[in-house]
């Protein structure tokens, strides 16, 4: 009894001091000097209201609408949600409308690009992630409650598209949000493409070859599912006229997502050519067997070099800070590659006897990497090397060459430890 009454004290401080805070903020006026500051943490505070609402209101949902009991085993996740429903709408409803007041006096604050972009980067995720639960569930010829997600999720995110549509975000993060739906949707579609075409080529590959083992039903109708619904939202998101000018936030963007694209191709290239490289010396199966896993690599090859090829010609001929800042990154990624595969090589053939197999699958993938990463470094690298008058001072630059010297100073003191233990062992007679 005692510890319920001291639950209940906290709870109500608690609510006391959330009311206390939204109180202050709604009260203060729009000409006080501080009004132009960030902005970010009444944001924050809707952010977390609103995600508490909408989880709150999909739980009561499903059980309401998709043949959930609203009692027995469900007693207490009802009644935790209906407590965050009672509480974070009406924190979420005050705050709404107190920043939409201030938007009209602050247009430029990036506090609400950033949310937008936040609610986008979450629930995006959580309709996605309801796509993959519903279709498995379809698959499976299985009754699903997660359909009510889609339209709960679905209709938050809409709303908010409509918000911005109706009140434009401004400001060097304006772009923000566009670019969170657009990498979600990206990655929801590259992985439902992913399977499309990797169940497509099985079927072709059964067709001439024995012993694949086929895709399972529900991940057939998962990968069409995404790509039914991300294909559409990533096109609206990202195809649309940007502005001529990218901003720091989409050379990042267009940044990570050509370093991954290519980095992908690379390593998934690697995979497929050690794999037939240790087909050719060892034959330990019949080809139909051993290559089965084939059609997906190729997918996922194939959907990698898309992915790199769109966002590196979005790019531009330009050296402008995204395509310098590309230009770093592969540098960066082919000489740490470099050093650590050159290493992992070299210790392998260390400890490897004379009479041990140098077509071992592991040899053959430390040495292509070692190939492969050798020559991402040195042609990134030199590229760097013709703008280096320019570029002396550019942050990308700087970054790399200190970030690479610590790393390499690392690897070369681990080694010299290494070197050193092995003497005094010898020294010392161990």
Do not use: C
Request: neutral net charge; glycine residues 10%; without cysteine.
């Amino acid at each position: 009894m005692t510890s319920s009454i001291f639950a209940v004290v906290i709870l109500l401080a608690i609510l006391a001091g959330v009311g206390l805070l939204i109180s202050r903020l709604w009260h203060r006026h729009p000409d006080e000097p501080d009004q132009e500051g960030v902005d970010i943490l009444p944001y924050l505070i809707l952010a977390i209201a609103v995600g508490v609402a909408t989880f709150s209101l999909a739980r009561l949902a499903r059980a309401g609408l998709a043949g959930g009991q609203l009692a027995g085993d469900n007693t207490n996740e009802i009644a935790a949600a209906l407590a965050g429903l009672v509480v974070a709408s009406p924190i979420g409803f005050i705050l709404w409308r107190r920043q939409e007041r201030r938007r009209k006096v602050y247009p430029s604050l990036p506090g609400w690009p950033v949310y937008l972009g936040a609610i986008e980067a979450v629930f995006l995720t959580a309709f996605f992630s309801s796509v993959d639960q519903v279709a498995r569930a379809l698959a499976d010829d299985g009754g699903s409650d997660r359909w009510t997600n889609l339209i709960v999720y679905g209709g938050v995110v809409a709303f908010h598209w409509w918000a911005a549509r109706r009140d434009p975000p401004r400001g060097d993060a304006s772009e923000l949000p566009r670019l969170m739906g657009s990498g979600v949707s990206l990655i929801a579609l590259a992985i439902g493409l992913t399977g499309v075409l990797g169940w497509l080529f099985e079927l072709v590959y059964d067709s001439v070859a024995s012993g694949t083992a086929g895709t399972p039903r529900s991940e057939v109708f998962i990968s069409i599912a995404l790509l039914a619904t991300a294909g559409p939202i990533w096109a609206w998101r990202w195809l649309p006229t940007w502005d001529e000018e990218p901003t720091v936030l989409r050379s990042l963007y267009l940044g990570v997502f050509t370093v991954a694209g290519l980095g992908a191709t690379l390593g998934i290239g690697i995979a497929i050519v050690t794999q037939f490289l240790s087909y050719l010396s060892h034959r330990p199966v019949g080809a139909g067997t051993y290559f089965e896993s084939l059609p997906n690599t190729s997918a996922a090859l194939l959907v990698a070099l898309a992915i790199w090829i769109h966002h590196r010609r979005r790019m531009g001929p330009t050296r402008d800070r995204a395509v310098i800042g590309y230009g770093y990154s592969m540098a960066a990624i082919g000489l740490g590659t470099l050093v650590g595969t050159g290493t992992a090589l070299v210790a392998s053939i260390w400890d490897t006897p004379l009479a041990g197999d140098p077509t071992d699958k592991g040899t053959i993938t430390l040495g292509l990497t070692v190939l492969v990463a050798g020559a991402v470094w040195q042609y990134f690298w030199r590229a760097s090397q013709r703008h280096r008058v320019e570029e002396v001072r550019s942050i990308q630059r700087r970054v790399y060459l200190i970030g690479m010297a610590f790393i390499l100073g690392l690897t070369a003191a681990g080694a010299l430890i290494a070197v050193l233990v092995v003497a005094f062992q010898t020294v010392l007679g161990d």
